[in-house]
């Protein structure tokens, strides 16, 4: 079935530190790729996302590249900052949204 | 713009208790969802209708009913509430078959404690 694998959590870094945060998916299809991202008390809401291979997505400064070669879409930055504490998800779809189980950042001053 | 807006925020029942969430969007989406959040295990669809008038089970469906009400409103009812219910919902919506299709939006959420 489709699935995402993301790693586990938490990660815990200090500002302007580098952040990557890897994601796997199911090859089964061509499927689009997202990262969501949770900030606290709210819901989730669109980063970035790629539909097809190759494609780069990238929005207040994180990046993720669709590697069908490697069934990835790692996210990542550059340089962290306190406000990009929050919870990453990263997803797939063909037909439905699949959810990886989170990620939750945290950022120290 | 409100964007989908879900209540109540928070709700404590107890065992044997029914309630509903309710979910309305204002962004003429043809597409709802019902998602439940528990900790080390992402988002699980409860339930989806995919257009007004249609309803289809999802991953986690069951101890849940849903109904479309039209086209702005989802509501999700537990019509005997168990500790194991006990989650954060949240509803989400989106105009699937179109360009950007699956670009969800959700709602804030609705924490749900069962006794």
């Known amino acids: 079935g489709n699935s995402v694998t993301q790693m586990e959590g938490p990660v815990t870094l200090s500002e302007e530190a580098f952040l990557t945060i890897n994601c796997t998916y199911t090859?089964?299809?061509?499927?689009?790729l997202f990262w969501y991202v949770q900030y606290p008390g709210e819901g989730l809401q669109l980063l970035l996302k790629?539909?097809?291979?190759?494609d780069k997505g990238s929005n207040k400064g994180f990046e993720a590249t669709y590697r069908k070669e490697t069934t990835s879409f790692h996210l990542e930055k550059g340089s962290v900052q306190v406000s990009d504490s929050a919870v990453y998800f990263c997803?797939?779809?063909?037909?439905?949204?699949?959810f990886g189980k989170g990620t939750l950042l945290t950022v120290n001053p | 713009n409100a964007g989908v807006t879900q209540t109540p925020k928070f709700q404590v029942l107890k065992t044997g208790q029914s309630m509903t969430l309710q979910c309305a969007q204002d962004?003429?989406?043809?597409?709802m969802y019902w998602y439940r959040q528990d900790p080390g295990m992402g988002l699980r669809l409860i339930y989806y209708s995919a257009s007004e008038g249609t309803t289809d089970k999802g991953e986690v469906p069951n101890g849940y009913n849903v109904s479309r009400l039209n086209k702005r409103e989802f509501s999700l009812r537990l019509e005997s509430a168990a500790p194991s219910q006990t989650s954060v919902y949240f509803c989400a919506s989106n105009n699937r078959g179109q360009s950007g299709a699956n670009v969800l939006t959700f709602g804030a959420g609705s924490r749900l404690t069962v006794l």
């Open positions: 962004m003429n989406h043809n597409s």
């Open positions: 790629a539909t097809k291979a190759d």
């Open positions: 997803a797939r779809s063909n037909y439905k949204l699949t």
């Open positions: 090859a089964t299809g061509y499927p689009s």
